[in-house]
């Protein structure tokens, strides 16, 4: 087994803990996430900070705290395995779909471009911005004849999602950020699990918001997620991302609506939102009023590009932020962009947004967590320090499970490097939207 490396220090005290309790982490057994940037390394280390923070919640509930945690071991193939967990995943045998056709990068006339088009909106916006038939070889001429900021623009401007690929990182993100409010959360008494009995409100989608509640979940919170009708979730996303929660949907432009998410945050415990910034206010769910109103909330809040700056608006995910942040160049070969060997980003934020939640829960609620995707990609490509050659003799087998009774039928899919979830998703949107009783 290994001791606390120093990225393992480094997100701890990120996460206002301090980095000498990160030597109670130590990690055993291979990994491979190996490239041109030290993934492994921010993977075990995101992984790590969680599980800590879940022994201090832990320590913390049964009357006493950091001092009464002893080591906290992380295996380093539960933490490879669950990093590309989309990719392990089987829906009835098959195997998902990952990206669309017209997602992925696009010689420009000056450049590459990456576009995002796994969702029908994005792809409508997409070829109506280019002007041309929804296929790969119209919309091939049709990046190949402009300049890729051009496109990036041509194509933002329509709702559609679309990157120049940067050749140098962008500018430095800061990895955590945390407001402590004057409010108290409910007291939390010894259990089981961590987090058991905590009601945490989900508005996110996609992988990182849904990989911070999914590890909620196995921790023992009951997750509850909400979306819109009017915003279906990609049914492979939700069946890899699903585990650990519940899935109701709520049109919160109508009353009925609001009543009853006001009526979830009155008995809620964390709020963890995945929306652009500036996207929830228009309903009141702004960081801000939702302390105001409720101010014993632990409000965790993630995007893609950071919370401040010209970008901050901007819809995003972490192959845009890759190719937006320099990665996608410094992972390329032979004049082509290339990426990250999982959607570290993503999967690396997720745990983060957790192990920040624990804390905060730790610390007695009331107080607003900011992450972002580039603040992930700032640490990796500044801070992470390089552990050279991965441990031979991974293989992801021992981490996949298999399900029967899940909302989308069978499934085998990557285990939780903290546990086991014990039952597969529900379908996305077919649950009531009530808390479980504690």
Not at 74 to 101: C, I, K, N, Q, W
Not at 106 to 113: F, N
Not at 187 to 213: E, H, K, N, W
Request: aromatic content about 8%.
């Amino acid at each position: 087994m290994t001791s606390c490396d120093e990225a393992t220090g480094q997100a701890w005290a990120a996460l206002g803990g301090a980095r000498g309790d990160a030597e109670r982490v130590g990690y055993r057994g291979a990994g491979e996430l190996e490239g041109a940037l030290p993934v492994r390394e921010l993977a075990r280390a995101t992984v790590g900070v969680c599980a800590l923070a879940a022994a201090e919640l832990g320590a913390v509930r049964a009357g006493g705290g950091m001092r009464d945690v002893g080591p906290v071991v992380v295996d380093e193939g539960a933490v490879a395995t669950a990093f590309v967990s989309e990719r392990h995943l089987r829906v009835e045998g098959r195997a998902p779909v990952s990206f669309a056709p017209l997602s992925g990068f696009w010689r420009a006339a000056d450049g590459w471009v990456r576009t995002h088009a796994n969702y029908p909106h994005h792809e409508a916006a997409l070829v109506r911005a280019l002007g041309v038939p929804g296929t790969p070889e119209a919309v091939r001429e049709a990046l190949a004849g402009l300049g890729a900021v051009e496109a990036q623009e041509l194509v933002y401007a329509e709702g559609g999602l679309a990157v120049a690929v940067a050749e140098a990182y962008g500018e430095p993100q800061p990895l955590v950020e945390t407001v402590r409010g004057p409010g108290r959360g409910r007291p939390l008494g010894p259990a089981a699990l961590p987090a058991a009995g905590v009601r945490v409100l989900d508005l996110t989608r996609v992988i990182a918001g849904p990989v911070a509640t999914r590890t909620l979940g196995v921790l023992g919170a009951d997750v509850l997620r909400i979306d819109s009708p009017g915003l279906p979730e990609a049914a492979d996303a939700y069946a890899d991302t699903g585990f650990g929660k519940r899935s109701a949907l709520l049109d919160l432009a109508g009353a009925e609506g609001r009543a009853v998410l006001e009526g979830l945050l009155d008995e809620a415990d964390v709020v963890v939102s995945g929306y652009r910034p500036g996207a929830l206010e228009r309903f009141g769910l702004g960081a801000g009023e939702l302390l105001e109103r409720w101010p014993g909330l632990v409000v965790a809040q993630l995007c893609a590009w950071g919370w401040r700056g010209p970008w901050a608006g901007r819809r995003g995910f972490d192959s845009l932020v890759q190719a937006g942040y320099g990665i996608a160049a410094a992972c390329g070969e032979d004049g082509r962009p290339g990426v990250l060997p999982a959607q570290a980003l993503d999967h690396g934020t997720g745990y983060l947004v957790a192990a920040g939640v624990l804390r905060g829960l730790a610390g007695g609620g009331g107080c607003v967590l900011r992450y972002s995707l580039a603040g992930t990609a700032s640490w990796l490509v500044r801070d992470v320090p390089g552990g050279g050659a991965g441990v031979p003799g991974y293989t992801a087998e021992p981490w996949l499970r298999e399900v029967g009774d899940s909302g989308y039928g069978a499934l085998r899919y990557a285990g939780s490097p903290f546990g086991e979830w014990g039952r597969g998703p529900s379908r996305w949107g077919a649950d009531r939207a009530v808390w479980l009783r504690r």
